[in-house]
């Protein structure tokens, strides 16, 4: 059965670095997601991505958030200058925006 | 804006009960509603999904009932087995005001089946 997968597990950084996490979605989806889930709180709405543009951010998503598809495969969320508050689990999803939103496992950020 | 709510926030059951978890939303104009389930430290695994037009939706011991017009949902989990501990979110995908939509996720149910 096709999954999202992502890439790395877990990256630890230090406070001010730029960190890209990298996402591959099921391969005839056409929305893409990331979402984040900061320990112990609800899991939050970052950004959609549709047709190489974002199509909704939330408030979080500020000027350090970027999102791009590089290729016909991967997704990415980079985020230029970490700060502490930034740690976090972070989602990937993909699908279409009445239906299912598949899920991958999650990629662990540190920032120290 | 809004707002997703569940309760209880925690549930201990021994193994074989029958239990219901409930989700609320303030607004009403939703487009689905998905539950999922997280294991530990794990991603979202998603369970059921119902449209906005559909009342309930059912997958093995799982079943999800919807009613938009109150706002709230429940996820009933039949003879439950300690393979069902996790915690159980509730997801539902609206309008923004903006012209596009947004997943709005409750704070989730902990769920522990004691064998």
């Known amino acids: 059965e096709p999954e999202v997968t992502q890439t790395p ?4 950084t230090q406070m001010g670095q730029e960190v890209i996490l990298r996402c591959v979605p099921i391969s005839n989806h056409l929305y893409f997601y990331w979402y984040r889930q900061i320990l ?13 543009e974002i199509s909704e951010k939330s408030e979080i998503f500020d000027d350090q958030f970027s999102v791009e598809r590089p ?10 200058s970490t700060k502490l508050e930034d740690s976090a689990m972070y989602f990937c999803a993909s699908g279409r925006p009445t239906d299912t939103q598949y899920f991958g496992p999650g990629t662990r950020l540190t920032v120290l | ?14 193994e074989g009960e029958n239990l219901v978890l409930n989700c609320s939303f303030t607004d009403s104009a939703i487009y689905n509603l998905q539950w999922f389930r997280q294991d530990p430290g794990k991603g979202l695994t998603s369970l059921l999904l119902i449209q906005s037009s559909q009342r309930e939706q059912t997958s093995g011991r799982l079943n999800a009932s919807l009613d938009k017009s109150s ?9 439950s087995q300690p393979g069902d501990s ?3 979110l509730c997801a539902v995908f609206s309008p923004t005001g903006a012209g596009s939509y947004q997943l709005t996720f409750g704070k989730g149910t902990k769920l522990s089946v004691i064998p």
């Open chain 1, 9 to 12: 597990s877990h990256q630890v």
């Open chain 1, 40 to 52: 112990g709180q609800k899991v939050e709405f970052l950004v959609s991505f549709y047709n190489n």
């Open chain 1, 71 to 80: 290729d016909g495969s991967n997704f990415t969320l980079k985020i230029r």
């Open chain 2, 1 to 14: 804006k809004q707002e997703v709510t569940q309760i209880p926030a925690a549930l201990s059951v021994p």
């Open chain 2, 71 to 79: 706002g709230r949902s429940t996820l009933y989990i039949a003879a």
């Open chain 2, 86 to 88: 996790a915690t159980y």
